[in-house]
C-alpha cells in the first residue's frame, strides 16, 4: 500500500438524492431525508430504526394504495414504486421492511373486503401495518403456497391455539398485526391474522444476512397463541390471477434501483472528499480527473438503466392490474410477470457493477469501515439472492425459444 492514500478520517456525509414528485406530493420528501442521514451508521451498529418506522406509519406510508374514500392516498402501482425507490435510496433496509405490507394490501384490494379482511384495511387507514408469517425450514421447496406447514391451529377447551415457528419473517419486528399460515389438525390450510403483540408471540431478531441486516427478517415463534373465531381469514379459493408473485418479485427489484441511486450521490461524495490525488494523477484533485469522471458516469449509466427497467416493468403491472377483460388481464399478467424477471437480471448484474466501480472512486480509503460503503454491495447482493437470476434466465430463454410458459405461482 503506498503513502499516497489518504487516511481515513469522519464518515462521509449522506450525498443529496432529490426524491421524486410523488414522494413530494405525498409530503414524504423530508423524512426520507431524515432516514437517509443516519441510514449508514444504523446499518453498520445494527441500530434498529423503531422510532423512524413509526414515524413513517404516522405519515401514512401503509396507506399509499388504499382508495382515497377508503382513508388511503389512491396511488396507482407505478407510483408505489416510485416512492419505494425513494425509500430504499434513503435506506434499502426499511424500504425492504414494508415489502410484505404493501403485498398484503395488494392481495386484500383485489378480494371481497369482508371479515377480517375488511378490518385489516381499516387498520392500515389509521397508520398500522400488516406483516406475514409464511416460510418455514421444514417445507421441501421453498415458496409453496400449498406447502405442508408444521404451524397449526387447533382448538382445545373451546379456543383456538396457534402453534409454530417461521422464518424470514420479514418486517416482523414492525408489525402491528400478523397474517399466519398453516394448517388446521385435519391438514386443511389455514390462514389467521393477529395482533402482533398477543401473549405467546415471540419475534427474534435473528436475521444474520451480510446485508439487509435491519428488515426484521429473523424468526417468529407462535406457542399456543389464542385465536378468536373472526381472526380467521375467509378461504381466498382458486385465484382467477396467475403470477401475482411479480409485485414481491418487482417490490425487490426496485428496492436494488434505491441502492444503485444511493451508490451514484455516495460516489461523487467520496470523489469530493479527497484531499489528494495520486501522483500519477493528471489533474490538481480526482474531482478534475477524466478517469473518475468515466468511472462515476458508468454507475450514473448503470443507475438510469436500473431505474428504467424497474419503471417499465411497473407499468406493465400496473396495466394488468387495472384490465377487466379476464382474457386481456391473463395475457398482460403474463407480460409484465416477464418484464419483472427481466428487470431483476439487469439490476442484478448493473447494482454488483456499481457497488465496485464504487470503491474505484476514492482508492483504499473508500474500504474504510467507518464509511460503510460496502454496505450498497452487500444489500443489493442480499436482495438478488431471495430468487437466483439464473432461475429467471432458464424461464425468460425457454419462453423465447419454445413458448414455455414460466410457472404461474410464487416466485413468478
Given at each position: 500500500m503506498t503513502s499516497t492514500l489518504e487516511t481515513p478520517t469522519n464518515p462521509l456525509p449522506p450525498g443529496p438524492i432529490d426524491p421524486g414528485p410523488v414522494t413530494r406530493r405525498l409530503g414524504l420528501a423530508e423524512l426520507f431525508s431524515k432516514i437517509r442521514v443516519g441510514a449508514s451508521d444504523r446499518d453498520r451498529d445494527h441500530d434498529i430504526p423503531y422510532g423512524l418506522v413509526d414515524e413513517l406509519k404516522q405519515a401514512g406510508i401503509g396507506a399509499l394504495r388504499l382508495p382515497v374514500e377508503a382513508g388511503g392516498h389512491g396511488i396507482s402501482l407505478v407510483e408505489?414504486?416510485?416512492?419505494?425507490?425513494?425509500?430504499?435510496?434513503?435506506d434499502p433496509s426499511i424500504a425492504h421492511a414494508l415489502r410484505n405490507h404493501f403485498g398484503f394490501v395488494e392481495n386484500a384490494l383485489s378480494l371481497p373486503v369482508v371479515g377480517i379482511r375488511g378490518r385489516l384495511l381499516e387498520e392500515t387507514a389509521r397508520g398500522k401495518l400488516v406483516f406475514g408469517s409464511y416460510g418455514e425450514r421444514t417445507t421441501p421447496t421453498s415458496g409453496d403456497a400449498q406447502a405442508d406447514f408444521t404451524t397449526t391451529v387447533r382448538k382445545r377447551d373451546g379456543q383456538l391455539l396457534l402453534r409454530g415457528e417461521k422464518f424470514y419473517s420479514t418486517g416482523n419486528l414492525y408489525a402491528d398485526y400478523l397474517v399466519v399460515k398453516g394448517n388446521w389438525?385435519?391438514?386443511?390450510?389455514?390462514?389467521?391474522?393477529?395482533?402482533?403483540?398477543?401473549?405467546?408471540?415471540?419475534?427474534?431478531?435473528?436475521?444474520?444476512?451480510?446485508?439487509?441486516?435491519?428488515?426484521?427478517?429473523?424468526?417468529?415463534?407462535?406457542?399456543?397463541?389464542?385465536?378468536?373465531?373472526?381472526?380467521?381469514?375467509?378461504?381466498?379459493?382458486?385465484?382467477?390471477d396467475k403470477y401475482e408473485a411479480s409485485f414481491a418479485q418487482l417490490y425487490l427489484t426496485t428496492v436494488i434501483a434505491g441502492i444503485v441511486r444511493s451508490i451514484v450521490a455516495d460516489s461523487v461524495e467520496a470523489v469530493n472528499a479527497r484531499s489528494r490525488n495520486y501522483f500519477h494523477g493528471q489533474a490538481d484533485h480526482p474531482s478534475g480527473e477524466a478517469v473518475v469522471h468515466h468511472t462515476i458516469g458508468q454507475i450514473s449509466a448503470y443507475s438510469f438503466a436500473v431505474t428504467s427497467a424497474v419503471?417499465?416493468?411497473?407499468?406493465?403491472?400496473?396495466?394488468?392490474?387495472?384490465?377487466?377483460?379476464?382474457?386481456?388481464?391473463?395475457?398482460?399478467?403474463?407480460?409484465?410477470?416477464?418484464?419483472?424477471?427481466?428487470?431483476?437480471?439487469?439490476?442484478d448484474e448493473?447494482?454488483?457493477?456499481?457497488?465496485?466501480?464504487?470503491?474505484?472512486?476514492?482508492?483504499?480509503?473508500?474500504t474504510s469501515q467507518s464509511k460503510n460503503l460496502d454496505r450498497h454491495w452487500r444489500n443489493a447482493r442480499t436482495l438478488s439472492s431471495h430468487n437466483p437470476g439464473s432461475y429467471k434466465l432458464r424461464y425468460l430463454g425457454a419462453y423465447e425459444v419454445n413458448g414455455e410458459l414460466p410457472p404461474p405461482i410464487s416466485y413468478f
Amino acid at each position: 500500500m503506498t503513502s499516497t492514500l489518504e487516511t481515513p478520517t469522519n464518515p462521509l456525509p449522506p450525498g443529496p438524492i432529490d426524491p421524486g414528485p410523488v414522494t413530494r406530493r405525498l409530503g414524504l420528501a423530508e423524512l426520507f431525508s431524515k432516514i437517509r442521514v443516519g441510514a449508514s451508521d444504523r446499518d453498520r451498529d445494527h441500530d434498529i430504526p423503531y422510532g423512524l418506522v413509526d414515524e413513517l406509519k404516522q405519515a401514512g406510508i401503509g396507506a399509499l394504495r388504499l382508495p382515497v374514500e377508503a382513508g388511503g392516498h389512491g396511488i396507482s402501482l407505478v407510483e408505489l414504486f416510485d416512492v419505494v425507490a425513494d425509500l430504499a435510496s434513503a435506506d434499502p433496509s426499511i424500504a425492504h421492511a414494508l415489502r410484505n405490507h404493501f403485498g398484503f394490501v395488494e392481495n386484500a384490494l383485489s378480494l371481497p373486503v369482508v371479515g377480517i379482511r375488511g378490518r385489516l384495511l381499516e387498520e392500515t387507514a389509521r397508520g398500522k401495518l400488516v406483516f406475514g408469517s409464511y416460510g418455514e425450514r421444514t417445507t421441501p421447496t421453498s415458496g409453496d403456497a400449498q406447502a405442508d406447514f408444521t404451524t397449526t391451529v387447533r382448538k382445545r377447551d373451546g379456543q383456538l391455539l396457534l402453534r409454530g415457528e417461521k422464518f424470514y419473517s420479514t418486517g416482523n419486528l414492525y408489525a402491528d398485526y400478523l397474517v399466519v399460515k398453516g394448517n388446521w389438525e385435519t391438514g386443511k390450510p389455514v390462514t389467521v391474522a393477529i395482533p402482533a403483540t398477543r401473549v405467546g408471540i415471540d419475534r427474534t431478531d435473528d436475521w444474520d444476512g451480510i446485508g439487509q441486516r435491519l428488515t426484521g427478517s429473523g424468526s417468529t415463534r407462535y406457542v399456543d397463541v389464542i385465536v378468536r373465531d373472526d381472526e380467521v381469514l375467509p378461504e381466498d379459493g382458486p385465484s382467477v390471477d396467475k403470477y401475482e408473485a411479480s409485485f414481491a418479485q418487482l417490490y425487490l427489484t426496485t428496492v436494488i434501483a434505491g441502492i444503485v441511486r444511493s451508490i451514484v450521490a455516495d460516489s461523487v461524495e467520496a470523489v469530493n472528499a479527497r484531499s489528494r490525488n495520486y501522483f500519477h494523477g493528471q489533474a490538481d484533485h480526482p474531482s478534475g480527473e477524466a478517469v473518475v469522471h468515466h468511472t462515476i458516469g458508468q454507475i450514473s449509466a448503470y443507475s438510469f438503466a436500473v431505474t428504467s427497467a424497474v419503471r417499465a416493468a411497473a407499468q406493465a403491472l400496473d396495466a394488468a392490474v387495472r384490465a377487466t377483460d379476464p382474457d386481456e388481464r391473463a395475457e398482460l399478467r403474463l407480460a409484465a410477470a416477464l418484464d419483472v424477471s427481466k428487470a431483476k437480471v439487469i439490476a442484478d448484474e448493473l447494482a454488483g457493477k456499481a457497488g465496485w466501480l464504487l470503491f474505484e472512486t476514492g482508492g483504499a480509503s473508500t474500504t474504510s469501515q467507518s464509511k460503510n460503503l460496502d454496505r450498497h454491495w452487500r444489500n443489493a447482493r442480499t436482495l438478488s439472492s431471495h430468487n437466483p437470476g439464473s432461475y429467471k434466465l432458464r424461464y425468460l430463454g425457454a419462453y423465447e425459444v419454445n413458448g414455455e410458459l414460466p410457472p404461474p405461482i410464487s416466485y413468478f
